[in-house]
Each structure stands twice: as structure tokens, then as C-alpha cells.
């Protein structure tokens, strides 16, 4: 099973941007699809974004679509998140999941591994 590390969380203003990470370790990483969630206080986890085991396909949730980028570097074990234009209601913990079939999903019951998280605020 793929262990998972996220990194890049901040602090950041209305309009700015982060790039988050996500290095993987003890696994086949070019065989998996990868996702990245978020949860808000109080609110249920989301799904944000995935990518697929080779990185030609590609999924975002509707309010991120045209500010978010989700891309892999397979050579370098990781799954990266660029966020544009960040609001106040990206404010969440990020996490990082992993999908040994290779095929990616907004349904985060197809992920068997996660990352501990990684904290973004947006301050208006």
C-alpha cells in the first residue's frame, strides 16, 4: 500500500495562489490514479480533482474547473494541485488519495490510501 505525504498548505489571500504536493512512497506510484479531497469545519470531505494512472484524463469538481490543475511527475513519485485564484471558500484541509486501479474517481470510497492532510486558508 502507498503511503502518502502532503505538502504546501499555507496561508494565502483572495486572488492568490499554492501549489500543493503529495510524494508517495511504497508502491507501483505510476500504476495508481490519484485524487485530492478537502473538508471544511464542519462540512463534509469533498472530492477537488483526479488524475488517472498515465495522466491523460483528468477530473475536477465544478467550482474548481478553470482555477485548479492536478498533474503527476511519475519520476519523481508525486501528484501535484495548482490552485489559481483562490477564494474563502477554498479554505479546507487537502488531502491526498490514492486509487491502485489506476482509474480515478470522485467517489472517495474507490481510494485506499490518504494522506494526513494539509491545511489552506484563504483570507479575505
Known amino acids: 500500500q502507498v503511503q502518502l505525504v502532503e505538502s504546501g498548505g499555507g496561508l494565502v489571500q483572495v486572488g492568490g495562489s499554492l501549489r500543493l504536493s503529495c510524494a508517495a512512497s511504497g508502491g507501483t506510484f505510476r500504476t495508481y490514479a490519484l485524487g485530492w479531497f478537502r473538508q471544511a469545519p464542519g462540512k463534509e470531505r469533498e472530492f477537488v480533482a483526479a488524475?488517472?494512472?498515465?495522466?491523460?484524463?483528468?477530473d475536477y469538481v465544478n467550482s474548481v474547473k478553470g482555477r485548479f490543475t492536478i498533474s503527476r511527475d511519475n519520476a519523481k513519485n508525486t501528484v501535484y494541485l495548482q490552485m489559481n485564484s483562490l477564494k474563502p471558500e477554498d479554505t479546507a484541509v487537502y488531502y491526498c488519495a490514492a486509487d491502485r486501479w489506476g482509474v480515478g474517481s470522485s467517489n472517495h470510497r474507490a481510494y485506499d490510501s490518504w494522506g494526513r492532510g494539509t491545511q489552506v486558508t484563504v483570507s479575505s
Open positions: 488524475i488517472n494512472w498515465s495522466g491523460d484524463s483528468t
